[in-house]
C-alpha cells in the first residue's frame, strides 16, 4: 500500500516571502499522480496544483510551484510572495494510475497546517 | 456551474442507529469518491462510483456502504453506527473515466454520534 509523509505538521511564514511544505511518499509502482490540496478554515478542499509522475518537468500554478524528485520520492510545494490567504491546511496526496487495485482513491498525507504572519 | 453539494450539512446520530447521507456531483461529473476525515486518522479514501459502479473501496467495514443512482447523485450509507464514526465525511467528483481527472470536493457532512 502507498503512504504520504508530510513531517512539518505546522509552519509559519512572513506574508510576501516564500515557504516550501514538503512531502515524501512510498509506492512500488512507476506510473501515478501527485496532487497538492488546501483545505482553508471553511473546511472545502480546493485543488492547489496535480503533477503526472511521467512528466519530468515540475508543475507551476501562479505563485505555486512543485519540485518533484522521482527517484527520491519527495514532492515539495513551494509559495512564493504568500499571501494571507493562504493560510490553511495543505495536503498532499497520492494516487495510482490504475484504477480497481484494491484500495484506491487518494491516499492523503496527515497535512501541514500553515500559518501566515502579517 | 454549480460545485459538489452535501446534505445534511450537520448531523447528530446516537450510537447504534444508521445515518444516510446524500451527495450531488457537479453536472457532467460521472465519477464520485467519499473521504472521512478525523483528527486522529486523518482523510480516508471510502469508496468511489462510476457510472453507477463502485469501482474501488478503501479498507472500512461493511457496515460502510454507498451507491450511485443514474443521475450521478451518490449516497453513503453507515449502519450501526458507533463512536468513533463521528467525522467528516467529504463526497468529490471528477468527470470519471481516467483516475488522474481533478477531483473536486463538497463542504463536507460533519457526524456526530453521541
Same mark, same amino acid.
Given at each position: 500500500?502507498?503512504?504520504?509523509?508530510?513531517?512539518?505538521?505546522?509552519?509559519?511564514?512572513?506574508?510576501?516571502?516564500?515557504?516550501?511544505?514538503?512531502?515524501?511518499?512510498?509506492?512500488?509502482?512507476?506510473?501515478?499522480?501527485?496532487?497538492?490540496?488546501?483545505?482553508?478554515?471553511?473546511?472545502?478542499?480546493?485543488?492547489?496544483?496535480?503533477?503526472?509522475?511521467?512528466?519530468?518537468?515540475?508543475?507551476?500554478?501562479?505563485?505555486?510551484?512543485?519540485?518533484?524528485?522521482?527517484?527520491?520520492?519527495?514532492?515539495?510545494?513551494?509559495?512564493?510572495?504568500?499571501?494571507?490567504?493562504?493560510?490553511?491546511?495543505?495536503?498532499?496526496?497520492?494516487?495510482?494510475?490504475?484504477?480497481?487495485?484494491?484500495?484506491?482513491?487518494?491516499?492523503?498525507?496527515?497535512?501541514?497546517?500553515?500559518?501566515?504572519?502579517? | 456551474?454549480?460545485?459538489? *453539494? /452535501?446534505?445534511?450539512?450537520?448531523?447528530?446520530?446516537? +450510537?447504534?442507529?444508521?445515518?444516510?447521507? &446524500?451527495? @450531488?456531483?457537479?453536472?457532467?461529473?460521472?465519477?464520485?469518491?467519499?473521504?472521512?476525515?478525523?483528527?486522529?486518522?486523518?482523510?480516508?479514501?471510502?469508496?468511489?462510483?462510476?457510472?453507477? *459502479? /463502485?469501482?474501488?473501496?478503501?479498507?472500512?467495514?461493511? +457496515?460502510?456502504?454507498?451507491?450511485?443512482? &443514474?443521475? @450521478?447523485?451518490?449516497?453513503?450509507?453507515?449502519?450501526?453506527?458507533?463512536?468513533?464514526?463521528?467525522?467528516?465525511?467529504?463526497?468529490?467528483?471528477?468527470?470519471?473515466?481516467?483516475?488522474?481527472?481533478?477531483?473536486?470536493?463538497?463542504?463536507?457532512?460533519?457526524?456526530?454520534?453521541?
Amino acid at each position: 500500500a502507498q503512504t504520504v509523509t508530510q513531517s512539518q505538521p505546522e509552519m509559519s511564514v512572513q506574508e510576501a516571502e516564500t515557504v516550501t511544505l514538503s512531502c515524501t511518499y512510498d509506492t512500488s509502482e512507476s506510473d501515478y499522480y501527485l496532487f497538492w490540496y488546501k483545505q482553508p478554515p471553511s473546511r472545502q478542499m480546493i485543488l492547489v496544483i496535480r503533477q503526472e509522475a511521467y512528466k519530468q518537468q515540475n508543475a507551476t500554478e501562479n505563485r505555486f510551484s512543485v519540485n518533484f524528485q522521482k527517484a527520491a520520492k519527495s514532492f515539495s510545494l513551494k509559495i512564493s510572495d504568500s499571501q494571507l490567504g493562504d493560510a490553511a491546511m495543505y495536503f498532499c496526496a497520492y494516487r495510482s494510475m490504475y484504477s480497481g487495485g484494491g484500495a484506491d482513491g487518494l491516499t492523503f498525507g496527515k497535512g501541514t497546517h500553515l500559518i501566515i504572519q502579517p | 456551474k454549480a460545485g459538489v *453539494t /452535501q446534505t445534511p450539512r450537520y448531523l447528530i446520530k446516537t +450510537r447504534g442507529q444508521q445515518v444516510t447521507l &446524500s451527495c @450531488s456531483p457537479i453536472s457532467g461529473h460521472r465519477s464520485v469518491s467519499w473521504y472521512q476525515q478525523t483528527p486522529g486518522q486523518g482523510l480516508q479514501f471510502l469508496f468511489e462510483y462510476f457510472s453507477e *459502479t /463502485q469501482r474501488n473501496k478503501g479498507n472500512f467495514p461493511g +457496515r460502510f456502504s454507498g451507491r450511485q443512482f &443514474s443521475n @450521478s447523485r451518490s449516497e453513503m450509507n453507515v449502519s450501526t453506527l458507533e463512536l468513533g464514526d463521528s467525522a467528516l465525511y467529504l463526497c468529490a467528483s471528477s468527470l470519471g473515466g481516467q483516475v488522474g481527472y481533478e477531483q473536486y470536493f463538497g463542504p463536507g457532512t460533519r457526524l456526530t454520534v453521541t
